[in-house]
């Protein structure tokens, strides 16, 4: 698929994010993008932004910003002693997938639903699926759509429909490691300063 060239006003979109922190720096940048690409978006311009593109033209082109750099949701700045005592209380109350399936109901219930339907062969993996493992769910999904057959696994030639292609399990070392983890992240837009 050919990309698309995207034609962004950079003076609309510096004044878009001086307008966004006029009253001072926002709680954080991924609210700065959201607000500056609304802003943006409202002005007499070719094409709207998303926020992501917002964030890319803005180190890109190495505009200013106001607003710190937060941490996953939290104020930017050194952590409190109490804010630490939270999350190691909450990491230590937490559950692991196991704890979460074997309690719940529905995920009980799925797990029945396959033992059914899965040749016997396969049912260990829906035990590893119980006990959390993606590794084994991305297994078993490919032996269900290659018909429980682990060549046609091997030799699977969705490579352009299926998004756990790259996962598949049953390549040699060498067809996985021919693959980058984040290859094919290349945006589908192509962006052009105006």
């Not at 630490?84 to 196991?98: C, F, Y």
């Not at 016997?120 to 006990?131: E, Y």
């Not at 682990?150 to 429909?161: G, L």
Request: glycine share 6%; with cysteine.
């Amino acid at each position: 698929m050919a990309r698309r060239k995207k034609v962004i006003d950079r003076p609309k979109l510096e004044q878009a994010i001086k307008q966004a922190e006029k009253d001072g720096p926002l709680k954080n940048r991924g609210e700065l993008w959201q607000t500056a690409a609304t802003i943006y978006n409202g002005m007499d311009v070719p094409e709207e932004l998303t926020f992501s593109v917002v964030s890319l033209r803005v180190k890109e082109w190495e505009i200013e910003v106001k607003t710190p750099v937060g941490r996953r949701g939290r104020a930017a700045g050194p952590m409190s002693q109490e804010t630490k005592d939270k999350m190691k209380a909450s990491r230590q109350n937490s559950k692991t997938k196991s704890e979460k399936f074997s309690s719940s109901e529905d995920a009980q219930e799925h797990f029945e639903e396959l033992r059914k339907f899965i040749p016997k062969r396969f049912h260990s993996l829906i035990a590893s699926i119980a006990n959390g493992s993606r590794t084994a769910a991305v297994k078993l999904n490919c032996l269900q759509c290659c018909g429980y057959v682990t060549k046609e696994v091997k030799i699977c030639t969705s490579k352009k429909s299926c998004p756990l292609w790259l996962f598949r399990p049953y390549q040699t070392k060498e067809e996985a490691a021919e693959f980058d983890a984040d290859g094919g992240n290349e945006p589908e837009v192509e962006i052009a300063a105006a």
